[in-house]
């Protein structure tokens, strides 16, 4: 990884080093209880398998059963990308279905580009 594209993200007492590619800054700050983030790390590498299989059960917020049923292709669903960056960025599904829709849709792009590839 080339210096120029870290950055550090600071995690109360320990300090990361992460991919500068995956720092996503929001148009639109995304409250969450007190904290307030101007900018999301998207972790998509970080996932594994129980987290992925979580995101699928993480649907259930945004679509009742019957919706997610005529689910054809998981990889392509706008609400599915949602519930893997939430388990990416370690936020919950509600705190994610606040983000602004321009920012929402960036990050669903970067998802589905995670999940094809």
Not at 80 to 88: G, L, W
Request: proline share 2%; with cysteine; hydrophobic share 45%.
């Amino acid at each position: 990884m080339k210096e120029e594209n870290q950055v550090a993200a600071v995690n109360e007492s320990t300090v990361e080093v992460v991919d500068q590619e995956n720092v996503i800054i929001l148009r639109k700050p995304l409250k969450d209880g007190d904290t307030v983030h101007d900018r999301l790390y998207l972790n998509l590498d970080g996932l594994d398998v129980n987290q992925i299989i979580r995101a699928d059960a993480d649907l259930s917020f945004w679509m009742d059963p019957q919706e997610k049923a005529l689910i054809v292709m998981k990889q392509t669903n706008f609400a599915y990308h949602m519930a893997i960056a939430a388990r990416a960025c370690g936020l919950t599904y509600d705190v994610m279905g606040r983000l602004n829709a321009k920012d929402a849709l960036d990050i669903s792009q970067r998802v589905q580009t995670f999940l094809l590839t």
